[in-house]
Nanobody, 125 residues
Framework: QVRLVESGGGSVQAGGSLRLSCAAS????????MGWFRQAPGKEREGVAG???????KYVDSVKGRFTISKDNAENTLYLQMNSLKPEDTAMYYC???????????????????WGQGTQVAVSS
């Protein structure tokens, strides 16, 4: 079955950058829709960025202009480049994938079937 493994999290100062990676395996066909989600203490899990089977992207307003989602199909890897990080970006970040959903649902956690274990991002002021 599909497995997703995130990496690249860590601790940075405000204004710094991180690049998260999500390695996917176990899928039997392409294309997949994939996304990044985050959850901070006391908050609901929210969609951060998504990319559909046609490589169309979608971002939550709070990260537009700072984060970039991309994928390397040959490497079966999803990325999230995070620049100009803010303390409010601190959260556990999760990679998710689905084999059928489209652009409209990219930032909706309940529409994804496959999830990674998460990687922690901490931004200090």
């Amino acid at each position: 079955q599909v497995r997703l493994v995130e990496s690249g999290g860590g601790s940075v100062q405000a204004g710094g950058s991180l690049r998260l990676s999500c390695a996917a395996s176990g899928y039997t066909y392409r294309p997949y829709c994939m996304g990044w989600f985050r959850q901070a203490p006391g908050k609901e899990r929210e969609g951060v960025a998504g990319i559909d089977s046609d490589a169309i992207t979608k971002y939550v307003d709070s990260v537009k202009g700072r984060f970039t989602i991309s994928k390397d199909n040959a490497e079966n890897t999803l990325y999230l480049q995070m620049n100009s990080l803010k303390p409010e970006d601190t959260a556990m970040y999760y990679c998710a994938a689905d084999d059928v959903l489209g652009w409209w649902w990219l930032l909706v956690p309940g529409r994804y079937n496959y999830w990674g274990q998460g990687t922690q991002v901490a931004v200090s002021s």
